[in-house]
């Protein structure tokens, strides 16, 4: 009875949604109760901390969401996502902890966790269970929309999926993508952070060093690696957030010549590699360092399907197809780079071959892939206009034809600079707003070497205390990180302008597109990683608008 008015007085989005918290403490669950009100409302919530129950309730009458502790007392939140998808695959898990590993994330999503969030990053949580409610309702539409798909069975007795459990399948898919995508941002995000540390000291190192000096060479090859790194950060999140590209004129046989001593390293010393190239190569438009991607990516499924050794063959050509002459992969007629990668490996069969370009799809043992190699590979090759092809047969090999629409522009060189340059300095106040020490350490010795005056704060509570303290400096620019504890740089900046409106502001972050359409007008937004000069160039142009701008005496070593 008593359940039948609880029912009855559900309000909010998910009035029928059905959640289960196991595994938390008294605090915790009071916690997550509150998450998910705010989220969604008041759905039916329960407690269980048996494990004999909650596998009965995964058994029959499964709930349509688990919030899980990691280390969870009824059981284990790893074992969970297995039982749940075995008896009750359409039960969205959210997997939760107090201190997440990046390796026990990446295992939960592999598991089919619909997301793995921090319970103390209460955002995290929320955006997670929102996700989780829109994919109901949208379950819930499909099901009202279509009586013939409200049952679960098979169509016929080929064993196909019926129409509802394709969809399922797909949703699933989707909510494990969209995991993934979070998860590598969130890596994205921390790395960045790293290489603004190493990219910014190195810059200090070289501008202070001699063109002649022995030692540059070295400096020369630790900023060379810094930006390969910061291109495979961007591939990530091209795979998992759609990034936004940033193609320029390339030639193939230049890149793979810029990726074949990391090859070397990759692929091992029992391999062979072979790269031919095409003497008069034409030029494609695409990202570069998403093509190195794509050719690391292929130089690693071709190792792995070699356990004995054998032969990895790079080669480019151009070709040119014809009017009236199919293509391959039914390509329009025009003139194409090609780029093909063959090894004498173990080769794959047809069934194989039709399912090789699918997200999270692997052959390897569990622990050993994510299946998105290829999947990726697949995503860099559209956006580019492109065309890939597979041609395998077992015991034969494999081979991997990469067809690109050729330009006729010349490619444009990018030399690192052989002298320091002299980067623009001024005398202005300008608070730093960054959690992470050590990025708030290289940004205030950079912005000092070019003579402006520096204040400090460690987040968005402190940086306020300290702007409307009577008799606090007057600033001319803030410079602050998106992401932060306690208040993060949006709601930091909506504050600052509501007291300060004429405050310039300069948006830091890891993640490297910015939310442009949240952020107030006239912020600036500069992605991490950025170097001495990228830094010093926004500041210039920030406070150039200002009007406030006046360059100094330019800065010894630069």
């Not at 004999?52 to 969970?80: F, K, Q, V, W």
């Not at 071959?353 to 043992?365: D, G, L, N, S, V």
């Amino acid at each position: 009875m008593s359940t039948a008015v609880s029912n009855h007085r559900r309000t909010g989005k998910c009035g029928q949604l059905r959640i289960i918290l196991t595994g938390c403490a008294e605090e915790e669950e009071k916690h997550l109760r509150g998450i998910v009100a705010e989220a969604c409302g008041e759905p039916h919530i329960e407690t269980i901390r048996v494990r004999g129950l909650l596998e009965a309730r995964l058994t029959a009458d499964a709930p349509d969401l688990i919030l899980a502790c990691e280390a969870g007392s009824a059981m284990d939140a790893m074992e969970l996502l297995t039982i749940a998808g075995e008896r009750s695959p359409r039960t969205a898990v959210i997997v939760y902890s107090h201190a997440p590993a990046e390796a026990e994330a990446i295992r939960a999503i592999e598991l089919g966790a619909a997301a793995f969030v921090e319970l103390e990053r209460r955002w995290e949580v929320s955006v997670a269970v929102r996700r989780v409610v829109r994919e109901f309702e949208r379950r819930k539409r499909w099901e009202s929309e279509d009586g013939a798909w409200a049952g679960d069975e098979t169509n016929g007795a080929n064993g196909e999926l019926s129409p509802k459990q394709a969809l399922e399948a797909r949703l699933r898919r989707s909510q494990k993508m969209e995991a993934f995508g979070k998860l590598a941002g969130g890596v994205a995000h921390d790395f960045n952070n790293l290489l603004t540390i190493i990219t910014g000291y190195n810059e200090v190192l070289m501008s202070e060093m001699a063109p002649e000096d022995p030692n540059r060479e070295y400096i020369e090859e630790i900023a060379r690696a810094a930006n390969r790194a910061s291109a495979l950060t961007s591939q990530l999140l091209a795979f998992s957030r759609q990034q936004k590209m940033q193609p320029r004129v390339v030639n193939l046989n230049e890149a793979l010549s810029d990726t074949s001593k990391m090859l070397s390293r990759l692929i091992g010393e029992d391999i062979d590699m072979r790269i031919v190239e095409e003497g008069n190569l034409g030029n494609v438009k695409a990202d570069v360092g998403q093509i190195e991607q794509v050719v690391m990516n292929l130089a690693v499924n071709a190792r792995d399907a070699m356990p004995g050794g054998g032969t990895i063959t790079m080669s480019t050509r151009n070709e040119k197809i014809r009017a009236g002459k199919e293509g391959p992969a039914q390509l329009p007629p025009g003139e194409y780079v090609v780029l093909e990668v063959s090894d004498t490996g173990t080769g794959m069969s047809p069934e194989v071959q039709a399912r090789i370009f699918e997200p999270f799809f692997t052959t390897k043992a569990p622990g050993q892939g994510t299946g998105l190699g290829l999947a990726t590979c697949y995503g860099i090759v559209k956006q580019s206009g492109g065309e890939i092809i597979v041609q395998s047969r077992m015991g034969c090999g494999t081979t991997f034809q990469i067809y690109l629409p050729r330009v006729y522009e010349e490619v444009k060189r990018y030399d690192l600079p052989q002298a320091p340059e002299a980067l623009p300095t001024g005398d202005q106040t300008i608070l730093i707003v960054e959690d992470e020490l050590p990025v708030r350490v290289i940004i205030r010795s950079i912005l000092q070497r070019l003579k402006y005056t520096v204040l400090e704060a460690a987040n968005g509570a402190e940086a306020m205390r300290m702007l409307l303290t009577p008799g606090c400096k007057p600033v001319d620019l803030l410079m602050t990180d998106l992401v932060m504890p306690e208040m993060g740089g949006k709601e930091l900046v909506k504050r600052m302008l509501s007291e300060l409106p004429e405050m310039r502001i300069i948006m830091i972050s890891g993640y490297p597109v910015a939310p442009s359409e949240d952020l107030p007008p006239g912020t600036r937004f500069l992605p991490k990683p950025f170097t001495p000069k990228d830094l010093a160039e926004a500041v210039r142009d920030a406070l150039t608008v200002q009007g406030v701008y006046k360059e100094a005496p330019v800065a010894a070593g630069y």
